[in-house]
Nanobody, 124 residues
Framework: QVQLVESGGGSVQAGGSLRLSCAAS????????MAWFRQGSGKEREEVAV???????RYADPVKGRFTISKDNAKNTLYLEMSSLKPEDTAMYYC??????????????????WGQGTQVTVSS
């Protein structure tokens, strides 16, 4: 069983930066896909960034050039570096993982493990 625990959220002014972390405990397989999602108040959950088992990354258009996803396999930790934050980035941010290669993940419902979320609030 894998548990994911996010941290690093908080309140920041527009233009500021935050670094989210997602610590994974339990048995992670050699091949797994990890991602960050977010859900704003009254909005649907959306994919923010994905990192594959071999380190390839993908970003949603609204965060391209501002957010960076990375992982430290030795620490079993996923990161999301967020800069030039905007009020529209305000949301609960979740990390997710699934023990398959990313190209096999067709939708968010396929992710097996989810964290409890960490709130990011950006004020103008």
């Amino acid at each position: 069983q894998v548990q994911l625990v996010e941290s690093g959220g908080g309140s920041v002014q527009a233009g500021g930066s935050l670094r989210l972390s997602c610590a994974a405990s339990g048995s992670l397989p050699d091949t797994y896909c990890m991602a960050w999602f977010r859900q704003g108040s009254g909005k649907e959950r959306e994919e923010v960034a994905v990192i594959s088992e071999n380190g390839n990354t993908r970003y949603a258009d609204p965060v391209k050039g501002r957010f960076t996803i990375s992982k430290d396999n030795a620490k079993n930790t996923l990161y999301l570096e967020m800069s030039s934050l905007k009020p529209e980035d305000t949301a609960m941010y979740y990390c997710a993982a699934v023990p398959v290669v990313c190209r096999a993940v067709l939708h968010s419902g396929m992710y097996t493990y989810w964290g409890q979320g960490t709130q990011v609030t950006v004020s103008s």
